[in-house]
């Protein structure tokens, strides 16, 4: 069965520098979907960044980095040069490789505080 | 000009009662999703949409019942609402990869 497990449930870092939110998943399928989402205090629901299994290179968008350690069934979210506007709770989502279903599973999330 | 829409955003109901929670979506995805969201679980999938006139089981369907009328609107449907289904739910539309999710219903069962 699909799993996805995030660890850390709050971080804190100074504006300005670089975090690391760490997501490991669990699937039998050879081919599936990885996906990082932000919630905003608001309750917003935003995609950011995916990471395609069958891709070796790590994906990038803006500020947002993937580190994909596929044999460590990992997918770590980076973000570089944070704002305080990047407070936000953020889940680690994964769809298997099912294209008629679409079928979400989704971490605990993390909730990311940026301190000026 | 948001794709996803939900309604109502908030709500009120009573123990027994019949809620109904309206989703509407733009992008023309073939895929819609309903999804409760509670601390410590993340959002868990309660039913699910191939097109109009298709429903599906997701994760947690037990209470609930959804409808897709047309390709832009899918409901969920708590016929005898219970204080455990108290939560925030979120609509969803999607492609072959990518949801996209309307702004939330609070919902409140007393």
Known sequence: ?116 | EAAVTQSPRNKVAVTGGKVTLSCNQTNNHNNMYWYRQDTGHGLRLIHYSYGAGSTEKGDIPDGYKASRPSQENFSLILELATPSQTSVYFCASGDAVEQYFGPGTRLTVL
């Not at chain 1, 998943?25 to 996906?35: G, H, K, R, V």
């Not at chain 1, 309750?43 to 299994?53: A, K, N, P, W």
């Not at chain 1, 490789?97 to 993390?110: D, S, V």
């Open chain 1, 1 to 116: 069965a699909q799993k996805v497990t995030q660890t850390q449930t709050s971080i804190s870092v100074m504006e300005k520098t670089t975090v690391t939110m760490d997501c490991v998943y669990e699937t039998q399928d050879s081919s599936y979907f990885l996906f990082w989402y932000k919630q905003t205090a608001s309750g917003e629901i935003v995609f950011l960044i995916r990471q395609d299994s069958y891709k070796k290179e790590n994906a990038t968008v803006g500020h947002y980095s993937l580190n994909f350690q596929k044999p460590k069934s990992s997918i770590g979210l980076i973000i570089t040069a944070t704002q305080i506007e990047d407070s936000a709770v953020y889940f680690c989502a994964m769809r298997e490789g099912n294209y008629n279903q679409g079928k979400l599973i989704f971490g605990q999330g993390t909730k990311l505080s940026i301190k000026p």
